[in-house]
């Protein structure tokens, strides 16, 4: 006979913990056993048989791993929140007695006081951990920048949210990291690329902002606070890398000054040397066969390294009802220069009446007093510039014009997918389309051999299939088939809509 196994020590029951037996073993209450969840990165866990993890219990509960509450019970921070709770009772005490000068003295001289570092450190080993993990940290922070301080949310936290993405954003100018850009109904979308890590976040606009009542803030602070402090410990990565100051000091601007302590001299012999080694490398690749990931890198750098230089050498002037800050990021990052209407910001670098302005940016439907050798463009002009990787014609997005398509960058179309047209298709190929029509209208096309070729090939293929096979077969047929007709029908009201435009001109 075997050795009988004690109920509950082995399997399911002994892996999972509820969340009231988990309260008991870390003797803390609830409020900050979930706050401390959120800054360890420990969330519940759904087992696959409730009630074997409930030791044969029916009763609903929240379940946690038991090694991740074992992991609790060292935390330093507990020892903090035990330490807090009885300081908050000794000042609720002296308050209750009126002394009011002994319950100030007591907040600055006894109020305990901890950091996060130690948790960032243990949650990202390694840099490139924490640049993963970016993408919901700067969207917090960005949220929390444009929310008016009030007693839920303080007004240093608010700065210090400012202050953070301002560093943040400073160094993706300098380092010349983004990539795409997009204006959505909910905010800004950026994408930068940082040490191979592709960062999204998104950027409210900047309207005033009322604070929901149906919002637990105590649990976004929590989580606020962590991001907090990872945002500042790759702030300092990022810049100490770059060989520059952090933080960085506020210039006459209102903007950062980004000092580099790398001498001029270091900084283009290791550019040299880097070409060195890229040439070096190109050499060694020619007398091998160059494969589809070699192309793709190469591509890759290439539109990087075009995106840099985008607007480089030209001048743009932002009007005042125009996004000051998203433009001005998204044009200083590709290198051009940028300045504004005294009324939205100090120091603008130049005035509106510099003759070497190229674009001014305008969101009105009409300019009055043009100047002739500038061109007038609406915001989006900007965005789809960079997402097109090239300077789209101007007169497309003249004040008062219908806009072309605005398009996301980060959703690839799919095979029989209406893609409306963008701001990057040109005259010409208009009319190459419109000759086209002609051309189809005129005469029907003709099938070439290959194509008749191919559908008796499928044709073969379709005999051979099962009934089952067939089934499948039809519905996927059916389903690419209603795709089709969807895009014939969008396109159709398209050419309807331009021969009316053309018809009323």
């Known amino acids: 006979m075997g050795k009988l196994i004690k109920k509950g020590t082995k399997g399911a029951a002994a892996n999972f913990i ?21 800054l ?15 030791k ?37 005490k002296v308050l209750h007695k009126g002394e009011f000068a002994a319950a100030k003295s007591l907040e600055e001289n006894n109020k305990p006081v901890y950091s996060l570092d130690h948790i960032v450190k243990e949650r990202y080993p390694s840099f490139i951990d924490a640049l993963r993990d970016l ?46 850009v997009f204006f959505s109904i909910k905010g800004i979308y950026y994408q930068a690329e940082i040490k191979g890590q592709t960062i999204t976040w998104v950027v409210p606009y900047q309207f005033s902002q009322n604070i929901p009542t149906d919002v637990d803030f105590r649990v976004m602070l929590t989580f606020l606070e962590f991001y907090r402090t990872l945002v500042g410990f790759v702030n300092f990565k990022l810049y100490t890398e770059l060989n520059m100051t952090y933080p960085p000091k506020v210039d006459e601007t209102g903007g950062f000054h980004l000092d580099e302590h790398m001498p001029k001299g270091n900084r283009q012999q290791q550019d040299e040397e880097e070409d060195e080694e890229l040439d070096e490398f190109k050499s060694t690749a020619q007398g091998e066969e160059e494969d589809d990931t070699l192309k793709k890198i190469q591509a890759a750098s290439h539109e990087a390294a075009e995106l840099e230089r985008l607007f480089e050498g030209q001048k743009f002037f932002l009007s005042r009802e125009t996004p000051r800050y998203a433009l001005e990021f998204m044009i200083r990052s590709c290198g051009g ?5 005294p009324s939205v910001g100090v120091n603008p670098p130049f005035a509106e009446s510099d003759e070497t302005i190229r674009y001014q940016i305008t969101d009105r439907p009409s300019v009055r007093n043009r100047i002739l050798s500038r061109h007038y463009v609406q915001p989006q002009w900007v965005a789809d510039c960079i997402n097109a990787r090239k300077i789209i014609k101007p007169s497309l997005y003249e004040p008062g014009a219908e806009l072309p398509a605005h398009l996301s960058p980060f959703v690839e179309a799919k095979a029989g997918d209406y893609v409306p047209k963008t701001g990057v298709e040109s005259d010409a190929e208009e009319e190459v389309e419109e000759v086209e029509e002609v051309e189809e209208e005129a005469k029907p096309k003709k099938r070439t051999a290959a194509e008749i070729e191919e559908e008796e090939v499928k044709e073969m293929a379709t005999v051979m299939m099962t009934s089952k096979q067939k089934k499948l077969y039809t519905k996927m047929k059916y389903g690419i088939q209603q795709k089709e007709d969807e895009k014939a029908k969008l396109e159709q009201k398209k050419k309807a809509i331009k021969k009316a435009k053309k018809a009323a001109n």
Not at 40 to 47: D, N, S
Not at 64 to 81: A, S
């Open 56 to 92: 044969g219990s029916t009763a609903p509960a929240t379940f946690y791993y038991v090694k991740d509450i074992k992991y609790l019970l060292h935390e330093p921070l507990l020892i903090k929140f035990r330490e807090h709770k009885a300081f908050t009772k000794r000042l609720n």
């Open 135 to 180: 993408d919901d940290a700067l969207s917090m922070l960005f949220l929390f920048a444009m929310l008016p301080a009030d007693n839920k949310i303080k007004a240093n936290i608010v700065a210090d949210c400012q202050q953070l993405i301002a560093e943040f954003q400073a160094y993706v100018v300098k380092s010349k990291s983004l990539r795409r």
């Open 18 to 38: 509820t969340r009231q037996q988990a309260l008991n073993k870390l003797q803390i209450s609830l409020a900050d056993f979930r706050r401390l969840c959120i």
């Open 40 to 54: 360890k990165g420990i969330y519940p866990r759904e087992p696959k048989n409730k009630k074997k993890a409930n």
């Open 337 to 341: 220069q940028v300045s504004w209407d």
